[in-house]
């Protein structure tokens, strides 16, 4: 069974750094991009980038380039998503998805993240 | 401001049909598929509709999609009171080299 298992609810202050992980598991880590998306509070999702964990090769919508990095450790089959001086405009949900030739058929189960200035 | 335009809101009573709307341009749906995601109350998306108009193993034919130009569409037969939800859109952007979503329509059964 395909899986994708996010960190937990993280409550952080304004210009502290911080990291989320998403690990799959059930299928082959390696050959599926995981991408992140936003959801601030009531509002809709937001495309932020994405990582193929074979070789690394990431991409970012323009919209968050610069202001996160996506990194991956295939080794424990673990994509990751950070940033390095917080905002209160980060305060969203957070969610990994596996793109594949349907989209995006699974989806991690969401990481609250709250910053507080 | 999303790249893909659905309408905020729709209603219908039980038993009826719904449709949803969702458009876009020449460098996303006008050249990409489209595809449907459902989001429950406090839940992850879960994807209903993919390639314009097929659906995943276990979502009900209920659910329908179609594409036409730079549009696509969603529509909901036989509403039931679980299908109150929010809806979203997706589509590769060619020119922004990503995916883009719609701004999302919550979906009211009366």
């Known amino acids: 069974e395909v899986q994708l298992v996010q960190s937990g609810a993280e409550v952080n202050k304004a210009g502290e750094s911080l990291r989320i992980s998403c690990k799959g598991s059930g299928y082959s880590f390696s050959t599926y991009w995981i991408a992140w998306v936003r959801q601030m509070p009531g509002k809709g999702l937001e495309w932020m980038g994405t990582i193929y964990p074979g070789d690394s090769d990431s991409r970012y919508s323009p919209s968050f380039q610069g202001r996160v990095t996506i990194s991956v450790d295939k080794s424990i089959s673990t994509a990751y998503l950070q940033w390095s001086s917080l905002k209160a405009s980060d305060t969203a949900i957070y969610f990994c998805?596996?793109?594949?030739?349907?989209?995006?058929?699974?989806w991690g189960q969401g990481s609250l993240v709250t910053v507080s200035s | 401001q999303s790249v893909l335009t659905q309408p905020p809101s729709a209603s219908e009573t039980p038993g009826q049909r719904v449709t949803i709307s969702c458009s876009g341009s020449?460098?996303?749906?006008?050249?990409?598929?489209a595809h449907w995601y459902q989001q429950l109350p406090g839940t992850a998306p879960k994807l209903l509709i993919y390639?314009?108009?097929h659906r995943p193993s276990g979502v009900p034919d209920r659910f329908s999609g179609s594409k036409s130009a730079t549009s696509a569409s969603l529509a909901i037969s036989g509403l039931q009171s679980e299908d109150e939800a929010d809806y979203y859109c997706a589509s590769w952007d060619t020119s922004l080299n990503g995916w883009v979503f719609g701004g999302g329509t919550k979906l009211t059964v009366l």
């Open positions: 998805a596996r793109e594949d030739s349907k989209s995006y058929s699974y």
């Open positions: 020449s460098s996303n749906i006008g050249s990409n598929p």
């Open positions: 390639n314009n108009d």
